[in-house]
T-cell receptor
């Protein structure tokens, strides 16, 4: 089955700096890669996703890039703000997996003032 | 997206007992998913619940421990049976309302087993 690795496990940045979180996946057939943000005590919230036919996608301060050859994808947050502080999870879906999400281990992002 | 609710939001249970968690969606969805999130950990899929068929369980999860019902296209239940402290987790349901792989999560049920 699919295996997703995520780095780093913790990330601390100064407000206004950029943050990058990286994930690798094992199944070359995987075709959908979402990113979730989970604030303390809250549900995971879908913030951006990318499909395998696209190399990059942006939504205001967040962007995701996908390198199918290397089987890795990254989340980029620019001009970070304190409200960006949360745990971020990457995930992947492989076509043969029945639409199930395989999650990375999560990245605790802390944006410091 | 979809409006998803779960009941209860939290519970404290004694070992050896069972708890049934409900997941309600405001629209009809084909597949509902149940996840477990242990303290400080990532999300792990327990099973996929399709209306009108048996749930599909992931490796490490069995029907006797986590029986699932899916009586209609807007509702599902997950039962955690014969609980032990190791079952203390957050249990979340999710749905893909547009069949586009975009999954949205319910608020979760925080279970503590003493």
């Amino acid at each position: 089955g699919e295996n997703v690795e995520q780095h780093p496990s913790t990330l601390s940045v100064q407000e206004g700096d950029s943050a990058v979180i990286k994930c690798t996946y094992s199944d070359s057939a995987s075709n959908y890669f979402p990113w979730y943000k989970q604030e303390l005590g809250k549900r995971p919230q879908l913030i951006i996703d990318i499909r395998s036919n696209v190399g990059e996608k942006k939504d205001q301060r967040i962007a995701v890039t996908l390198n199918k050859t290397a089987k890795h994808f990254s989340l980029h947050i620019t001009e970070t703000q304190p409200e960006d502080s949360a745990v971020y999870f990457c995930a992947a879906i492989s076509p043969g997996g029945g639409n199930k999400l395989t999650f990375g281990t999560g990245t605790q992002l802390k944006v410091e003032l | 997206s979809a409006v998803i609710s779960q009941k209860p939001s939290r519970d404290i249970c004694q070992r050896g007992t069972s708890l049934t968690i409900q997941c309600q969606v405001d629209s009809q969805v084909t597949m509902m998913f149940w996840y477990r999130q242990q303290p400080g950990q990532s999300l792990t899929l327990i099973a996929t619940a399709n209306q009108g068929s048996e749930a599909t369980y992931e490796s490490g999860f069995v029907i006797d421990k986590f029986p699932i019902s899916r009586p209609n296209l807007t509702f599902s239940t997950l039962t955690v049976s014969n609980m032990s402290p190791e079952d203390s987790s957050i249990y979340l349901c999710s749905v893909d309302p547009t069949h586009s792989n975009e999954q949205f999560f319910g608020p979760g049920t925080r279970l503590t087993v003493l």
